[in-house]
């Protein structure tokens, strides 16, 4: 959840499209980035799982570049300055089926959502006696689901989050230091 709440291109599209078009086309936004979700959802399930059957050697290494590339994202945060910047201006109107068309293909080509599904969710797997499908596919809809809150929360109240953020800019500079230590934490949590 962490993830999903801090700024990034994903919400703050969220965002801008309930601000620039309305709830609805937030909604249709969100629900386009949230099913995006069960693609990786599927490449792990199915990549990962011949993995840990195969190689547990393979499925640390993954999990090495995982955790690296987490810790990688919290330097990058860290040098980048403590803004939010998000415009509705020039936001054209689309149909509903672009909107949630866009937001799909946004989250598929995404390569920070799969290094983040690859790296973390083998980490959550509970049992060895249940396929591990299974288990990535129950992960991947409990993903889905907050996904599914938490923009749909945006598209509600864009316009409210973004004059508050407009009026406190000392938001941005929590949210950057908060993103860092969730990025640093999940690298931990998966090395351990």
Sequence with gaps: MALTIF????????????MANGKKAGIVTALGLATGTIIHTSLVAFGVSAII?????????IELFGAAYLLYLAWQVYRSEAEIAYSAKGIKHRTYFSLYKKGFIMNVLNPKVTIFFLAFFPGFLWS???STVIQFYILGAAFLL???LIFGTVALMAGKISTYLKRHK????VLKW???????????????
């Design 7 to 18: 700024p990034g291109p994903d919400i703050i599209y969220v965002m801008v499209q309930g």
């Design 53 to 61: 059957r195969n190689s547990v050697t393979l499925l640390l290494i």
């Design 128 to 130: 060895e006696e249940m």
């Design 146 to 148: 907050q996904t599914v």
């Design 170 to 173: 000392h938001s941005a500079v």
């Design 178 to 192: 908060l993103q860092i230590v969730v990025f640093i934490g999940i690298a931990v949590l998966i090395l351990l």
